[in-house]
């Protein structure tokens, strides 16, 4: 069932690309809901009760030597995110219909192969099939925007290629080295394999904290450009600036999300004892770009850099979340991605619908929109609301999670090292993205009226020859279609979170106790091999205790796991 | 006013947090109660009393959508509103009936559950929230009956209404709470509300600042309170009241860690922020932007008190920290001096009750920080009559002066023809607001006053004296308004604002000018506002031992069972003093001469400047005109907010952005790439564009990364 879910959008692709070009759009929109459709059957299917575990899975041999499987399988995690993508592709590609006027075949070609790898990383259980799939998504998302995107183009497409692909090839290399250090060891016996769940497993429990760390180094080199953290953000504005509407709406909803996947499914399991070390840095790291993505979407004057900006501010709050470490700081990350996926997306699709009739993203050229665009600004106000994180609607849900996460961080029942300090001073990129947003909705929704000059509209029109069908000024029916559906999962997600975290809930409460007992054991063996110096420790208890960062003074908890990475040193 | 039920409590705070079931009697049999472990179940169908508002919205919501509606000639989304309140209005009763004196619940369904932390849509009823309920259910109504007249001919009539209904449900899902999440999904509702209210005409770039600013300061608010509710689930691993009170009980401030006395003061500044308290009071004036049904229901009535019950609900984690309910009593006094100042100088009579309202709020949480929660709320409730009262009243001069408000452009409107009901309730509501004897405001600010000067220790006795010194000013500002505006010689001028009814009978040009009296929805409102604001002051007189049925109220709720005790545990119990001594050693009792006194001068001397000798108030600015021209600008405040906060923040957008990203992080990226293409180009030879030698570069290139790696993990080992 996997694998045909895999295969519909690729079949799709081929189908859009042979059939006329009359017909690519409704043949590519068909396809993504045949996906939807699959992907909703998947998801009856799914056994909640054994929410945790790898299901429906599937394995193909493929290169014995080496131990390559093209194996498939899904937990609720991967669940959501299958859905959100199946969800969402469907709705941009009915938002790109009028958008994209010259060689739309391959325009809708490219964003259903892209869904296949997309849907292939997060479907993924062997090392090799993620990498391949989490790679492959630079190929179609770099079409799409080096022959759709606007007058930057180029150096768009060319700055995101390099700049996440420089990034992932030194995260192969730190999966690559945990299958060879996999093969050398006795557990691997000299056999090659790249199933994640074995590589997990191993890499958690028999690594050294050390060599966690340069593990941890190289993963968070690619999955950092993805997400993507401060100082290796830029790529982003760039790209979501140029990329089309249903480029930025992908690359934002669920391309980034490649990035927190990755972070939580290898990042966090296979280097335990690292995490907590350096969680406090790369929280440092997430603050940084909360508030500084921040601070740098208020001086925007395009309005689409903006809601690029704010991706890199919110996508802080998700990272936090996760390295905190706490069942509910790591719920709230999923959710997060969740629903910066439905209202960052949303929010792309209404700023391409405006682009769409005047041409321009100058903030300048716009205001008082409200008055001619009613329905448009109703559903723009919605989903900045939504992104600004406002109670009842499901940005809060994340946020709010992702923070309480942070804060009991490193309470001493949670394996966490980060605290209320982080979470307080995160808390300002609430203030923040509230400041913003509404300074994008006072100067282009509200005001008095100023509509840009069409002029260069009209131009347009006359030289083109698949002339784009004149819009009426506000909303079509076709564009409402596109929003309501995200417009209602916002509110459901909202209301009743509980749809969301309950099936989540069981994945992460694992990988929270996989965390916590690397960090009994490795309690338990430092005890053992303790230097003269150090006090025996009386049972496992008092091992756990003297393990896990007890103190909720923020300093403490902050030096306690570099310490116990020195201890460690001293142990070997 | 009997007295002796106060006895001075022996017991400590750690029993007195679950309110006593059964007040009567005045034995000291409240308070002792005994912790009941499960709160009985509440009448299922309090979930109404939200959700009449809410669909309201939606109807009229819909209404706004629909092309062939014309909100010119139908008034049915006003209609359609005022009856979903008035059935939420209906619903509350029937509910408070229940409640009676009890501390009941009602889960409606599951909302968060993640981890240990659960947060359902669930509803905690005692009788503060009663009160709160009959305030805000009954309030919203008359203010939708009065804006469906006052918004007619509006494009926007079907959003006003959608937006009031989506208030109301907000405000309703906030007093209705069980637990502090989804409390705080209606005080960030509110805000929306405010927001989109505030904002709702949209084309004026005032009214689209104002209601960024209103949104902003009171996230920065919020902010404190989120991590408040944070550190609180931290603390006590739960963030629902009737298991936070229960964990709460047995501890006092000596018995809880720091970070516990920590929550007060983060949840504080949510209050400060909402109810518009120093130093985030700034939103509220600039929020007179939005129409003014909306200035009297949100940001004088109801929305803007939300942080004074924030506060009595929560009364039990503010006890425990000494220095908390002293800190809000100081903010509170401060703030309503502070406004009371810049109040006397404005000329747009909605600022002038806009400062008032800080004020008036200051006294509240001036009430709540001396340990009165019964003086706090029971200000509450007759300030909701008064004040929106008096925003109406203005309302309707404004509707019909064609947006004149200036208090120097408008003169003698008793004597112009419809306008009696308004200069006569306006009277009342003027009264009240000044604590003229036996009207509302008399009674309740007393009943704060008096406290202030019972509690020991904190310089309350200061503080006592600010508020009635507050007092003087506040009669006076009142009455400088009443007495310009609605005395003196007649003489108008309209103002700029076209209205969208005049449809051309009425233009522009003072020649031609004829003002347009209220019709009979507000007339009716107004009158029934101003019975609430002569009379609502008796329930805190009769119907009860102590502050009437009011006090009796009070003392069943959460909020006062504590502070109550506290003040007991003081010795700060002046009745008992006062029966023994006589009349001068009862705060309680001299203060309504004192007070009313104050009052008294305060109308003169505005009677005097302001009514008969205009000339002389000029003169007499002229004299201190550096002071005047301090107050008149609000002593600068938002100024300096917008060079010290503002501008910095501004300022280091563009510097991270233009060079932080553009210079400094894109600069290295691209001297990145330029290394390659400098090797490039001497090897530039093995580039053939023959693609296994592409992979063999990148499996080289590979091979070398896993290379440095082993390396750098052997030195990291060992």
Redesign the interface.
């Given at each position: 069932m996997l694998l045909a879910l895999l295969l519909i959008p690729l079949v799709t692709a081929i189908a859009v690309a042979a059939a006329p070009e009359k017909q690519a759009r409704a043949l590519a929109l068909c396809g993504t809901l045949v996906g939807l459709l699959l992907s909703i059957v998947i998801a009856v299917q799914f056994n909640y009760q054994d929410a945790g575990l790898m299901q429906m899975p599937m394995s193909i041999a493929w290169y014995d030597t080496f131990g390559l499987n093209l194996s498939l399988g899904i937990d609720s995690i991967s669940l959501v995110l299958i859905l959100l993508t199946t969800f969402l592709l469907p709705l941009t590609i009915l938002g790109s219909f009028t958008a994209v006027t010259q060689r739309a075949k391959e325009f809708f070609a490219w964003l259903c192969i892209l869904e296949a790898a997309m849907l292939g990383v997060f479907a993924a259980r062997d090392l090799i099939v993620f990498y391949v799939c989490f790679e492959f998504t630079l190929i179609p998302m770099y079409f799409l925007i080096a022959v759709y995107g606007s007058a930057n183009r180029a150096k768009a497409s060319i700055?995101f290629f390099?700049?996440t692909f420089t990034g992932s090839?030194?995260t192969?290399?730190?999966l690559?080295?945990v299958a060879?250090a996999y093969q050398m060891s006795p557990e691997g016996t000299g056999n090659w394999t790249f199933d994640i769940a074995t590589l997990t497993a191993f890499c958690s429990e028999h690594m050294?904290a050390?060599?966690q760390?340069?593990v941890l180094l190289?993963l968070c080199c690619g999955f950092a450009v993805k997400v993507p953290l401060f100082?290796v953000h830029?790529w982003l504005?760039l790209a979501h600036t140029e990329a089309p509407t249903a480029g930025s709406v992908v690359l934002a909803a669920v391309l980034l999300k490649l990035g927190t996947y990755g972070l939580f499914r290898f990042a966090v399991p296979m280097c335990p004892l690292a995490i907590t070390t350096y969680a406090p840095l790369l929280a440092v790291l997430c603050i940084i770009g909360i508030l500084?993505g921040a601070?740098?979407?208020?001086?925007?004057t395009d309005v689409k850099k903006l809601i690029a900006y704010s991706s890199v501010s919110h996508l802080g709050f998700c990272v936090l979340g996760l390295i905190a470490l706490?069942?509910?700081g790591i719920?709230?990350s999923v959710a997060y991605m969740i629903n910066h996926g439905l209202s960052t997306g949303a929010l792309f699709l209404c700023i391409g619908m405006i682009y769409e009739r005047y041409h321009t993203r100058a903030m300048d050229d716009y205001s008082?929109l409200?008055?001619v665009m009613?329905?448009w600004a109703?559903f723009t106000?919605f989903f900045i609301?939504s992104s600004v994180g406002?109670?009842?609607l499901n940005g809060?849900?994340g946020e709010?999670?992702c923070?309480?996460g942070t804060?009991?961080s490193g309470?001493g029942a949670n394996p966490g090292t980060l605290g209320?300090m982080y979470?307080?001073i995160a808390?300002?990129g609430?203030?923040l993205a509230?400041?913003y947003l509404?300074?994008l909705?006072?100067r282009v929704?509200?005001?008095?009226?100023k509509l840009p000059d069409t002029h260069h509209h009209g131009h347009d029109d006359k030289g083109d020859d698949h002339a784009a069908p004149t819009l009426p000024q506000d909303l079509t029916g076709r564009e409402v279609l596109v929003l309501v559906p995200i417009a209602v999962a916002c509110i459901v997600l909202g209301?009743?979170?509980?749809v969301l975290?309950?099936p989540i809930?069981a994945p992460i409460e694992q990988m929270v106790s996989a965390v916590s007992e690397a960090h009994t054991r490795h309690a338990a063996l430092l005890i053992d091999g303790a230097p003269p110096g150090l006090p025996p420790a009386e049972d496992d208890e008092a091992a756990l205790a003297s393990a896990e960062p007890m103190s909720?003074d923020i300093d403490t908890t902050d030096n306690r796991p570099s310490e116990l990475g020195r201890k460690e040193g001293l142990g070997? | 006013m009997t007295l002796e039920s106060m006895q001075p409590m022996l017991s400590e705070l750690s029993v007195l947090l679950v309110p006593a079931t059964a007040h009567g009697g005045g034995a000291a049999s409240h308070g002792a109660a005994a912790v009941s472990e499960a709160i009985a179940a509440g009448p299922w169908f309090a979930m109404f009393i939200p959700l009449f508002p809410l669909l309201a919205a939606v109807v009229c919501g819909l209404f706004?959508?629909t092309r062939r509606y014309d909100p010119k000639r139908s008034k049915i989304p006003g209609w359609c509103c005022v009856l979903g309140l008035l059935l939420s209005f209906v619903t509350s009763v029937a509910v408070i009936s229940r409640i009676g004196h009890d501390t009941l619940q009602v889960t409606i369904?599951?909302?968060?559950?993640?981890?240990s932390?659960q947060a359902d849509f669930a509803f905690y009823l005692d009788p503060l929230t009663s009160i709160m309920l009959l305030v805000v259910t009954g309030i919203s109504t008359l203010v939708a009956l009065y804006a469906s007249e006052y918004m007619s001919g509006d494009r926007g009539y079907a959003r006003f209404f959608a937006f009031i209904g989506m208030f109301v449900f907000a405000m309703t899902c906030l007093i209705l709470a069980d637990n502090l999440?989804l409390l705080?999904?209606g005080?960030?509702?509110v805000g929306?509300c405010s927001?989109?209210l505030i904002?709702f005409y949209?084309?004026k770039?005032s009214a689209?600042?104002a209601?960024?600013k209103a949104?902003?300061v009171n996230?920065?608010g919020?902010?404190g309170f989120?991590?408040g509710i944070?550190?609180t689930?931290?603390e006590f691993g739960t963030v629902e009241f009737a298991p936070l009170f229960q964990a709460l009980s047995g501890h006092s401030p000596e018995s809880v860690s720091g970070?516990v006395q920590i929550i007060p003061f983060l949840l504080m500044l949510g209050a400060f922020g909402k109810s518009a308290q120093l130093p985030l009071y700034v939103w509220l004036p600039d929020a007179m932007e939005g129409p003014t049904p909306v200035s009297a229901l949100i940001h004088a009535a109801t929305m803007v008190t939300a942080g004074v019950y924030m506060i009595a609900r929560l009364a039990p984690l503010f006890v425990l920290s000494p220095y908390a309910l002293p800190t809000v009593a100081w903010i509170g006094g401060l703030t309503a001096l502070f406004a009371a100042t810049i109040g006397m100088a404005q000329y747009d009579m909605k600022r002038i009750f806009a400062y008032s309202t800080v004020s008036q709020l200051g006294y509240m949480f001036m009430g709540i920080g001396v340990l009165s929660a019964t003086g706090a709320v029971f200000h509450l409730f007759t300030h909701a009559f008064f004040k929106a009262l008096l925003f109406l009243g203005s309302g309707a001069v404004m509707h019909g002066f064609a947006g004149q408000l200036d208090i120097r452009r408008i003169s003698g409107l008793r004597k112009v023809k419809g306008w009696g009901v308004v200069t006569w309730t306006m009277l009342v509501g003027c009264l009240a607001l000044a604590g003229f004897p036996f009207l509302s405001g008399f009674f309740s600010k007393d009943t704060i006053l008096a406290q202030a000067f019972v509690t020991p220790g904190y310089g309350f006795t200061i503080l006592g004296f600010m508020g009635l010194f507050t007092a003087l000013l506040t009669a006076y500002y009142t009455f400088r308004l009443f007495f310009r505006v609605f005395l003196g010689p007649q003489r108008y001028e309209p103002g700029d604002e076209h209205h969208a009814d005049d449809d051309g009978g009425h233009g522009h040009e003072a020649e031609h000018f004829h003002p347009h009296a209220p019709g009979w929805a507000i007339n009716l409102v107004l009158t029934i506002l101003a019975l609430g604001a002569a009379f609502s002051g008796y329930v805190g007189v009769f119907g009860g031992e102590e502050h009437g049925w009011f006090g009796g109220m009070m003392h069943a709720s959460t909020g006062n069972a504590v502070t109550e005790s506290l003040a007991a545990s003081h010795g700060a119990d002046g009745h008992a003093a006062g029966e023994a001594a006589g009349f001068w050693a009862d705060p309680h009792k001299w203060m309504m001469a004192v007070s009313a006194v104050i009052g008294l001068v305060g109308i003169l001397i505005a009677w005097y400047f302001h009514l008969l000798n205009r000339q002389a108030a000029d003169r007499l600015k002229e004299r201190v005109r550096p002071i005047a021209v301090l107050l008149e600008n609000k002593w600068y405040v938002d100024e300096g907010y917008d060079i010290l906060i503002r501008k910095p923040?501004?300022m280091?957008?563009?510097v991270?952005?233009l060079i932080?990203?553009t210079i400094i992080?894109?600069g290295l990226?691209a001297l990145g790439?330029a290394i390659p293409r400098l090797i490039g180009s001497t090897i530039k030879p093995m580039q053939r564009g023959i693609l296994h030698g592409y992979g063999l570069g990148m499996a080289a290139?590979?091979c070398a990364?896993?290379a440095i790696?082993?390396w750098?993990?052997q030195v990291?080992?060992?």
């Open positions: 700055w390099l700049y090839i030194i192969l290399a730190g690559v080295y060879w050294t050390a060599q760390g340069w190289a100082p830029t504005p500084y601070l740098i979407c208020w001086v925007q706490t069942s509910i719920s709230g008082g409200a008055k009613p329905v109703t106000v609301l406002l109670p009842g809060f849900i709010f999670l923070l309480v804060f009991i309470d209320p979470a307080a808390g300002f609430m203030i509230a400041i509404l300074y909705a006072g929704l509200f005001g008095p009226l209301v009743k979170p509980g975290l309950a809930a909720r070997q | 706004a959508f369904f599951e909302w968060i559950a993640s981890g932390l999440v705080y999904l005080w960030e509702g929306l927001y989109l904002g949209y084309e770039p689209v600042a209601a960024k949104f902003i996230r920065i919020d902010l989120a991590l944070m550190l689930y931290m970070s923040l501004r280091a957008g563009y991270f952005y932080g990203d992080i894109n990226v790439g290139g590979l990364v896993l790696m082993w750098l993990i990291g080992v060992t």
